[in-house]
């Protein structure tokens, strides 16, 4: 059976390795190889013009939002909070064309943290922009319950409440247009969102599945790679 190819958006970032130090386009190796675990084949697609994006997308059979910095509150028409991270505007410019693109093609789609935002927003949603209790620790990932919505998408792909591995500050404030709630942290935080009235496979997850051993998801998104 042939491999969806699964396009992966990259940090753009300083990195050091051997003697070099200089600007980076940087992926945890986690991402490819859940993919990979998944059934499918990753390509990474770093920041790029967004008027790329269409041809990007239309070489790939399903896209991954992965996670990072904050998403720049101007880009929902909110006054920056204190708390937010800098902005990264090479990577809010170029994911939220590819997730344009995406949607407009059906090509199937999974934002992860900051892409499960992302998403909402290009779908004209807004962000709670700081909320306790998801980080713990900086640079170790915390861990609490998630339990899905009955028959969501997600819901229909882990049925069970589950321990994710989490971290983030921001969440999903209002839903954009087409998108439902599929899961929620015990403190109400929105922790997955999906289209429904569609056929296209859209869905968002708060956590990083890439940090923990569940593989439902993402073989989903395969699945759905696949069928299209």
């Not at 859940?34 to 994006?53: E, K």
């Not at 904050?70 to 937010?84: F, L």
């Not at 090509?107 to 209790?133: E, F, S």
Request: aromatic share 6%; charged share 20%; net charge negative.
């Amino acid at each position: 059976m042939t491999r969806p190819l699964i396009g992966v958006t990259t940090y753009l970032d300083a990195a050091r390795w051997g003697v070099w130090e200089m600007p980076a386009a940087l992926l945890p190796a986690a991402y490819p190889r859940l993919v990979q675990a998944a059934g499918g084949i990753a390509a990474m697609l770093p920041p790029d013009a967004p008027d790329a994006a269409a041809a990007a997308v239309s070489r790939v059979d399903a896209l991954v939002v992965a996670g990072g910095p904050d998403v720049d509150p101007a880009r929902y028409g909110a006054p920056r909070d204190p708390r937010t991270g800098p902005p990264a505007p090479e990577r809010d410019a170029w994911e939220l064309a590819l997730l344009d693109a995406a949607l407009a093609a059906g090509t199937p789609v999974l934002g992860v943290c900051r892409g499960m935002q992302l998403l909402n927003v290009a779908l004209g949603g807004t962000l709670v922009q700081h909320l306790d209790g998801h980080v713990r620790e900086a640079g170790r990932f915390a861990r609490h319950t998630v339990k899905p919505v009955p028959g969501t998408r997600y819901g229909t792909l882990v049925p069970e409440a589950v321990e994710v591995p989490t971290y983030h500050h921001q969440a999903v404030d209002r839903l954009g247009a087409g998108l439902v709630a599929s899961a929620y942290a015990e403190d109400g935080t929105v922790e997955a969102v999906e289209s429904y009235g569609t056929g296209a496979w859209v869905v968002g997850v708060q956590w990083h599945p890439e940090a923990g051993h569940d593989s439902r998801v993402m073989r989903g998104l395969v699945h759905a790679a696949r069928a299209a």
